[in-house]
């Protein structure tokens, strides 16, 4: 793996008596996408916010290339806040060449890369309207293309896909793809972790202040994300929780989902399938990103956390 752009060591932040970032460590590299994901409280807009040099940690440090946090080049930075904000009475054009200009950034490569970015979009001919007159999807599409204007090699992206239909989460994405495959650094956080799945090469996550679970996707799903049997057809739950290696069964309607312990071998397993079963639809995968999200959210298998190996 390719050196690390950004480092994050033992990072740790006080508000008053309340300890709301502890012992944080992770590190972000060239073209990757690493996802700090965790519910509402977790401390990651803390932890971003003290990357961005817009509140000083009590403890720890953050290091971008050589520079340590008071002297980190802000202009090798992007970034898209989770509190969107852009002056409503500008023109679109004349606030993304400030945005530029913040970051010294030439004015003349600056207008063709917004109007590059505005094609691609589907903002053509919006260079001149007001940010006022624009929709939400519209502005959160100007923001963004402010934050990647000037090329940084860190790009942090706070929330960005919230707020965006489906069909702008997907440019959204893309583009995030694009820029890491062209080597940018991405830093994400979202709450879509559909999409956050889609992307990352790489998590952490954080529940009230502390790491509980980091490393590469692949890595954290066969660690943690058990797999699951979800069966379409009339059966009876019980018949199901009786087979071997099972330790749930939820069932609605039409279905029944089957989740089996951590080292179930499915081959196997699939054997003690009775042939009796109405078996309309069979399907095997492991619990995913989101499900994952929620357990560690409301403290499910907090026991198998503990076994988890941290990055």
Not at 17 to 33: A, P, W
Not at 215 to 232: E, H, P, R, S
Request: aromatic share 6%; hydrophobic share 40%.
């Amino acid at each position: 793996m390719s050196k690390a752009i950004l480092s994050v060591s033992k990072l740790g932040k006080h508000f008053k008596s309340e300890r709301v970032v502890q012992n944080i460590s992770f590190d972000v590299h060239k073209g990757e996408v690493m996802a700090i994901l965790g519910p509402n409280g977790a401390g990651k807009s803390t932890t971003i916010r003290s990357i961005m040099g817009i509140m000083y940690q009590d403890e720890g440090d953050v290091i971008f290339h050589n520079h340590d946090n008071q002297t980190i080049p802000r202009h090798k930075i992007g970034y898209l806040p989770e509190e969107r904000g852009l002056y409503k009475n500008v023109k679109v054009m004349d606030i993304l060449l400030y945005f530029a200009e913040l970051k010294d950034y030439p004015s003349k490569k600056a207008r063709q890369r917004v109007l590059h970015y505005l094609a691609k979009f589907d903002l053509e001919g919006k260079e001149n309207t007001s940010v006022e007159a624009l929709s939400k999807g519209m502005a959160q599409k100007v923001q963004f293309i402010g934050a990647i204007t000037h090329e940084p090699e860190l790009l942090i992206l706070d929330e960005p896909f919230s707020g965006l239909d489906p069909v702008s989460q997907e440019v959204f994405k893309r583009e995030i793809q694009e820029l890491a495959d062209g080597g940018t650094a991405i830093l994400l956080s979202s709450h879509q972790m559909n999409l956050v799945e889609e992307l990352c090469d790489r998590l952490f996550m954080m529940h009230k202040g502390k790491e509980v679970i980091s490393g590469a996707l692949a890595d954290v799903k066969a660690q943690y994300a058990n797999f699951k049997c979800t069966i379409y057809g009339e059966n009876d739950r019980a018949v199901l929780e009786q087979l071997p290696q099972v330790q749930r069964v939820e069932q609605d309607a039409h279905s029944l989902v089957i989740h089996l312990v951590q080292d179930v071998h499915i081959t196997r397993w699939l054997q003690n399938i009775p042939e009796e079963l109405d078996i309309q639809e069979l399907s095997i995968d492991r619990v995913s990103l989101h499900e994952i999200f929620v357990d560690v959210a409301t403290g499910n298998h907090s026991d198998q956390l503990e076994g988890v190996d941290h990055a």
